[in-house]
């Protein structure tokens, strides 16, 4: 083999494995402080609130919209998603736990899951994410509409 097919198989190679990869800075267990489901956007940090089309009956009423922040509380707040360095990532919901296993696709800004070992696409989802000071981003396309996350450690 001469030493252009070598560079090339050495590039090719290199560049496949920092693709899809495990990352360091998301490693950890992750809390959520802000959601949105698609009914509502709503940030524990800022304590604010905004309903979307679908809700905005309940606008004026008080009572609704305290019930409707216990109610996320209870199912978004409380849960953490956790990503280990040996390519696991584990939701912990309120009634149960789901693990993954994970690749981190950098060029296209997403978090490959799967949970099936990646042994076909079947079981595979694409969860678009960022992370910028500290802050995770992550949006679960299941169900319909998606759920947008922000997480802090």
């Known amino acids: 083999m001469d030493l252009k097919n070598t560079l090339f198989l050495f590039l090719t190679i290199f560049i ?7 990352n360091d800075e998301i490693s950890g267990k992750w809390k959520p402080f802000a959601i949105d489901n698609g009914e509502f956007y709503m940030n524990t940090e800022t304590d604010s609130i905004s309903l979307y089309q679908e809700l905005t009956y309940i606008n004026n009423d008080s009572l609704k919209i305290n019930q409707l922040r ?31 296993d994970y690749k981190i696709d950098k060029t296209q800004n997403i978090i490959l899951a799967s949970d099936n070992k990646f042994e076909n696409e ?22 319909e509409p998606s759920i947008k996350l922000w997480l802090k450690k």
Do not use: R
């Open 16 to 22: 496949s494995s920092n693709t899809f990869s495990q």
């Open 122 to 143: 079947k079981g595979t989802v694409e969860l678009p994410y960022w992370l910028k000071d500290e802050i995770l981003y992550l949006e679960i396309p299941v169900p």
């Open 70 to 100: 216990e109610i996320a509380n209870h199912i978004y707040f409380n849960q953490a998603h956790t990503f280990t360095e040996n390519g696991k990532y584990i939701q912990d919901l309120i009634a149960m736990n789901l693990e993954f």
